[in-house]
Each structure stands twice: as C-alpha cells, then as structure tokens.
C-alpha cells in the first residue's frame, strides 16, 4: 500500500498488493474477496474442489479475503487450516 495514495498500484498502475495461496482440503471449498472501504461487500467468489489451489491478491477493490470449508491458507503473517 502506498502510504501516500493508498493506491494499491506500482508507478506502472500495476496491483502491487500482498497474495495469500489457499489450498482447498475438500471440495467446495469457496473463497470471497470482500471490498475495502466503509462498505463491505463480497464482490467474487471462487469454489475450489479438492486439492485445488488458488493465489489471491489484495488490491484496492479487495481489503479482506474469506474462506469457508476446509482449507490451507499460506500469508505473510503464517499458515492456517480453516474448517474442517
Ligand atoms: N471494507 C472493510 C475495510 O476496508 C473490509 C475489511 C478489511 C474487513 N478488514 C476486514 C471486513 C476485517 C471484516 C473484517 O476495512
């Protein structure tokens, strides 16, 4: 995040910002990437089966991701295992 702007975007207007990886541990898994700002809304969804894996990103549009089942989740901060 640019501390300035609080654009989300590199010199090039590139998303420059942080990925998570989840990896689903069960089918159906969905993931929901909820807005930034006052209002928070989900604004996509994705359903992962079984071992399928998905690399996120939080952008301007995305403040927080999501995920609902059972599923490995890799960030910045450390790995967690949701549901199950
Ligand atoms: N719209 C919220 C915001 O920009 C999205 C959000 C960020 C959020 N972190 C969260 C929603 C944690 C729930 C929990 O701040």
């Known amino acids: 995040m640019d501390g300035v702007t609080g654009a989300m975007v590199n010199e090039d207007g590139e998303a420059s910002g942080r990925y998570i ?20 809304r989900s604004h996509h969804s ?11 990103q939080f952008t301007e549009l995305t403040a927080a991701i999501k995920v609902r089942g059972h599923a490995e989740i890799l960030t910045d901060v450390g790995k967690v295992e949701s549901g199950g």
Do not use: P
């Open 21 to 40: 990886v989840v990896k689903a541990l069960e089918d159906g898994v969905v993931i929901m990437g909820l807005t930034r700002g006052k209002d928070t």
């Open 46 to 56: 994705e359903r992962l089966d079984a071992g399928e894996v998905l690399v996120a």
